[in-house]
C-alpha cells in the first residue's frame, strides 16, 4: 500500500521568501511518481511539478522546484519567492504501478498562507 | 483548450434522490478517474476506467456507478444519495497509467445532500 504524508497543516510566509513544504511516502513499488497539485480557493487542482523515482535531478517547474531524497523517502516542494497568489491548498500526491487504475494517492494537505 | 470539464458545478439533494455528474475530457486520454474530497482532506478514488467499456473500483466505490461509453466521456451516477455523500468530486484524466502520467483534473462539483 501507498502512503503520503503531509506533516504541516498550515503554513505561514512572507511575501518575497522561500517556503518548504515537506511530504513523506512510503511504497513498496520499484517505479513511481511523485506529484505536487495547488488547490486555490476556488477549488480546482491545479499540477505543480513531477518527479520520477529514477530521475537523477530534481525537478524544477519556475518558482517550482522538488526537493528529492530517495533514501529519506522524502519529495519537498520549493516556493521560491512567494507571491500572494500562492496562497493555496497544497497536496503531495503518488502514484505507483500495483493499485487501482494507477490512481493517485494523496496526503492530506497544506495550507500556505502568504503575508503581504 | 477545454481539457477536463464537468457539470454542473454546484448541486443540492434531499436524501434518497439520484443524479449523474457529468465528466467530458478532450484530450484522447484513456485513462479517466473519479474522486471525491471531504472537507479538509485529500482526495480519494472512487471509480477508475483504462478506457471505453472498461470500469473497476477504486477505494470508495460504495453508492455509486460509472459508464464509459466513449473515450471522452465518464460520468458517475449516484444512487439513493445520503449525506455521507456530501463532497466535491473531482473527474481526471491522463493518458495512459504509468507512473509518469500526470493527471489532469476538472474544475470539481460540489454536492450537498440534505
Known amino acids: 500500500a501507498q502512503k503520503i504524508t503531509q506533516t504541516q497543516p498550515g503554513m505561514f510566509v512572507q511575501e518575497k521568501e522561500a517556503v518548504t513544504l515537506d511530504c513523506t511516502y512510503d511504497?513498496?513499488?520499484?517505479?513511481?511518481?511523485l506529484f505536487w497539485y495547488k488547490q486555490p480557493s476556488s477549488g480546482e487542482m491545479i499540477f505543480l511539478i513531477y518527479?520520477?523515482?529514477?530521475?537523477?535531478q530534481n525537478a524544477t517547474e519556475g518558482r517550482y522546484s522538488l526537493n528529492f531524497q530517495k533514501a529519506r523517502k522524502s519529495a519537498n516542494l520549493v516556493i521560491s519567492a512567494s507571491q500572494l497568489g500562492d496562497s493555496a491548498m497544497y497536496f503531495c500526491?503518488?502514484?505507483?504501478?500495483?493499485?487501482?487504475?494507477?490512481?493517485?494517492?494523496f496526503g492530506g494537505g497544506t495550507r500556505l498562507m502568504v503575508k503581504p | 483548450n477545454a481539457g477536463v470539464t464537468q457539470t454542473p458545478k454546484f448541486r443540492i439533494l434531499k436524501i434518497g434522490q439520484s443524479m449523474t455528474l457529468q465528466c467530458t475530457q478532450d484530450?484522447?486520454?484513456?485513462?479517466m478517474y473519479w474522486y471525491r474530497q471531504d472537507p479538509g482532506m485529500g482526495l480519494k478514488l472512487i471509480y477508475y476506467?483504462?478506457?471505453?467499456?472498461?470500469?473497476d473500483k477504486g477505494e470508495v466505490p460504495n453508492g455509486y456507478n460509472v459508464s464509459r461509453s466513449t473515450t471522452e466521456d465518464f460520468p458517475l451516477r449516484l444512487e439513493l444519495a445520503a449525506p455521507s455523500q456530501t463532497s466535491v468530486y473531482f473527474c481526471?484524466?491522463?493518458?495512459?497509467?504509468?507512473?509518469?502520467?500526470?493527471?489532469?483534473f476538472g474544475p470539481g462539483t460540489r454536492l450537498t445532500v440534505l
Open positions: 481526471a484524466s491522463s493518458y495512459q497509467g504509468f507512473s509518469t502520467d500526470t493527471q489532469y
Open positions: 511504497t513498496s513499488d520499484p517505479s513511481y511518481g
Open positions: 518527479q520520477g523515482s529514477y530521475d537523477q
Open positions: 500526491a503518488m502514484r505507483g504501478l500495483n493499485n487501482a487504475g494507477n490512481m493517485l494517492t
Open positions: 484530450m484522447n486520454h484513456n485513462y
Open positions: 476506467s483504462v478506457g471505453a467499456g472498461i470500469t
